[in-house]
């Protein structure tokens, strides 16, 4: 028999009395953030990074390849008038920042050094691009995509549409460079925070880099 004019339907979840919903939602909540405690407690028990893990070693790394990627998005917007490059480069600007601040929280929260003892990229020694696996251990290859102290000058002389195509060019290769790096740690951690922002890098960065490849095609 359906209910009577007036009574609420019980099979409907907005029928159901005030109180209820609340109730659902606290339970929800705290579901959440049981779940989140659980994962930090895991974590905790695996205990922190040495530092001279590959966590470690991303995290103070990419720092420093995120820094010049700031670096090249602020030059190119304060030279180029197009809308789409100077949103672009304020994503950028805005992502890598907040990404710079995680990492540095890492090390902080792992105990450990903003740097390091070993030569920038050794946690990428061995891999299938030879970065850090140099003859010299001293001196290891440098990081992937980074741009010279030379091309950086160009980007800082050049204005309007020459400077939107050098800065395509060299965030293109940045990016690339970025993702090769992002993917090395994918390859070497099991720790879900780097994990995460990790495999959000290479998502964005790759999109990124198609949106370029276009832009830099539309300008010859």
Known sequence: MGSTAGSPDPTRLDARPALVRPVVAIAATLGLVLAALTGFWVARLDGPPS?????????RDMQTHHAQAVEMAFLIRDRSEDADV????????TSQQAQIGSMSAWLTLWGLSPTGDDPPMTWMAGSHSGHGS???PATPAAMPGMTTTADLARLADADGVAAEK???ELMIAH?????????AV???TQRSEVRNLAQSM???QSAEIQTMTQMLA???
């Open 218 to 220: 539309a300008r010859g």
């Open 202 to 204: 290479v998502n964005a």
């Open 186 to 188: 994918l390859e070497r």
């Open 166 to 168: 050098l800065f395509l």
């Open 86 to 93: 100077r949103r672009m480069a304020f994503d950028m600007i």
């Open 134 to 136: 140099s003859a010299d």
């Open 51 to 59: 530092s001279a893990s590959a966590e470690a070693g991303f995290a």
């Open 175 to 183: 990016h690339n460079g970025g993702v090769e790096m992002a993917k």
